[in-house]
């Protein structure tokens, strides 16, 4: 891991994951994935240092891809 980087798992109440990626001197930075509270994966991209780049993409419940945003970069 290079140097200023960590990983961070965010937890809903219920101790479920509800995000998981890296930040980067506090920064949310490269890939992230975000979840619902029933642990399906919702919403998945990258961010350079805070910001939101590529292609993002938006799931189903059932996984069904159901959106993508490219934001460039």
Known sequence: ?????????????????????????????GAWKFYRL???????????RGRQVRVWRTFARDGRLVKETDFGG
């Open 38 to 48: 029933d642990g399906s994966l919702m919403r998945s991209g990258s961010f350079d």
């Open 1 to 29: 891991m290079a140097r200023g980087q960590t990983t961070e798992i965010v937890r809903y109440p219920d101790g479920s994951v509800k995000a998981r990626g890296l930040r980067v001197d506090g920064a949310l930075h």
